[in-house]
């Protein structure tokens, strides 16, 4: 069973940095894609940005050159570098994995989710 997990959140202030983690175990495939999702209080899940197998990532625009995402091998552990936060950088961050090659960050395509871990940041 695919499982994943996510460490690393907290509070900050407005201009700090913050290291997201996750570990994701029982996936025994090759092709993948693996990302970020963020979900603010009353808002929908949104897409921060996706890495696939080979490396190739895809940011969202209100993260791009602030945000970056990366990967470990040969298991499946993923990062997320966050530095320059704002306020609207807060929420609950989840990654996810899709079974193949995805390139877009519409939540609906990301087929497992971890539990969440909370990002709040004060300005």
């Known amino acids: 069973q695919v499982q994943l997990v996510e460490s690393g959140g907290g509070s900050v202030q407005a201009g700090e940095s913050l290291r997201l983690s996750c570990v994701i175990s029982?996936?025994?495939?090759?092709?993948?894609?693996v990302g970020w999702f963020r979900q603010a209080a009353g808002k929908e899940r949104e897409g921060v940005a996706l890495?696939?197998?080979?490396?190739?990532?895809k940011y969202a625009d209100s993260v791009k050159g602030r945000f970056t995402i990366s990967k470990g091998n040969p298991e499946i552990s993923l990062y997320l570098q966050m530095d320059s936060l704002n306020a609207e950088d807060s929420g609950i961050y989840y990654c996810a994995i899709a079974y193949g090659m995805v390139t877009t960050l519409d939540p609906s395509y990301w087929r497992k989710w971890g539990q969440g871990t909370q990002v709040t940041v004060s300005s």
């Open positions: 890495i696939d197998e080979i490396g190739r990532a």
């Open positions: 029982g996936y025994k495939y090759t092709t993948y894609s």
